[in-house]
Nanobody, 122 residues
Framework: QVQLVESGGGSVQAGGSLRLSCAASGRTSSYDMAWFRQASGKERELVAAMRWSGSLYYGDSVKGRFTISRDNVKNTGYLQMNSLKSEDTAVYYC?????????????????WGQGTQVTVSS
């Protein structure tokens, strides 16, 4: 069983930066990880993902601004968010699944964190 706990959310002005962390308990080797977000009144969307192999995915709206990474020794994933915009305001969730190269980046995550609020003011 894997448990995920996000931290690092908060309020920031447009153009600022935040780094979200996702601390995992339990065995996470060979796991893919991802960051999703859900804005008020909108569907949840995939922001960024990283396969265990290192393959990356970024949503079009965050390419060039956000960076996903992980520290396997610390069992922690990160989402560095730069040049934040008001439209990045959302609850951000980290997610994990046992790695499978045949699965789309967007689906089949078995473990989810509780979410952390990011608010960007213009």
């Amino acid at each position: 069983q894997v448990q995920l706990v996000e931290s690092g959310g908060g309020s920031v002005q447009a153009g600022g930066s935040l780094r979200l962390s996702c601390a995992a308990s339990g065995r996470t080797s060979s796991y893919d990880m991802a960051w999703f977000r859900q804005a008020s009144g909108k569907e949840r969307e995939l922001v960024a993902a990283m396969r265990w192999s290192g393959s990356l995915y970024y949503g079009d709206s965050v390419k060039g601004r956000f960076t996903i990474s992980r520290d396997n020794v610390k069992n922690t994933g990160y989402l560095q968010m730069n040049s934040l915009k008001s439209e990045d305001t959302a609850v951000y969730y980290c997610a994990a699944r046992y790695s499978n190269v045949y699965l789309s980046f967007a689906y089949n995550y078995d473990y989810w964190g509780q979410g952390t609020q990011v608010t960007v003011s213009s």
